[in-house]
């Protein structure tokens, strides 16, 4: 049994980069489940490979989530100014509370995307987001904390929330609410 507790290191599996290569199939694919592609502690040198591979696989797609908006647009800012982004690579960012929303949405919308998405998960309080900035996302996902420590989730901030993408016409979907 392996621990799969953060032990505060970065781990870069390189057998992981080939998976994308090898699969026929178009399949849809969430870059670091587990981690975030543009942490400090990720080299440049390894998001380059990952996204060589990602150019590489357009019959796939690609989500790549972050924490860290500023260094996203920084890395697409420098390697990819001036080229359409690629239709295959969504990009997202968590917003879990409203200071995260207020602070990383605008951030994403200023990263050109085939398609742009907040992770609102865990949801640790209510979010409002404006209709004109909702209109400018493709996707919105919602879910609560899990595990045995997992802080409350509200059904009324989900319901509000879905309210506000259903009135922008932004599909959103909950992952899960316990």
């Known amino acids: 049994v392996t621990d799969r507790r953060w032990n505060g290191s970065t781990a870069l599996i390189a057998s992981a980069l080939s998976k994308p290569l090898l699969r026929k199939k ?9 981690g975030d592609l543009f942490h400090p502690s990720v080299p440049s040198g390894w998001i380059d490979q ?3 591979v990602l150019s590489l696989c357009s019959r ?19 390697y990819y100014a001036g080229t359409p982004p690629l239709p295959n690579i969504w990009l997202g960012v968590t917003a879990e509370n409203q200071a995260m929303a207020d602070e ?3 951030a994403l919308l ?18 409002e987001v404006p209709d004109d900035v909702l209109r400018n ?41 316990h």
Not at 110 to 127: D, H, N, T
């Open 26 to 34: 178009p399949a849809r694919f969430f870059v670091g489940s587990m």
């Open 50 to 52: 990952v996204m060589a």
């Open 60 to 78: 796939h797609i690609f989500q790549l989530l972050t924490k860290r908006p500023e260094r996203m647009r920084e890395y697409f800012e420098r």
């Open 104 to 106: 990383r949405i605008p």
């Open 110 to 127: 200023q990263i050109p995307a085939s398609k742009r998405y907040i992770s609102v998960e865990p949801m640790l309080g209510p979010i």
């Open 137 to 177: 996302l493709d996707w919105v996902i919602i879910g609560a904390e899990s595990g045995p420590n997992r802080r409350q989730c509200s059904l009324e901030w989900v319901s509000r929330l879905g309210i506000l993408c259903n009135c922008a016409a932004v599909p959103w979907f909950v992952k899960q609410i």
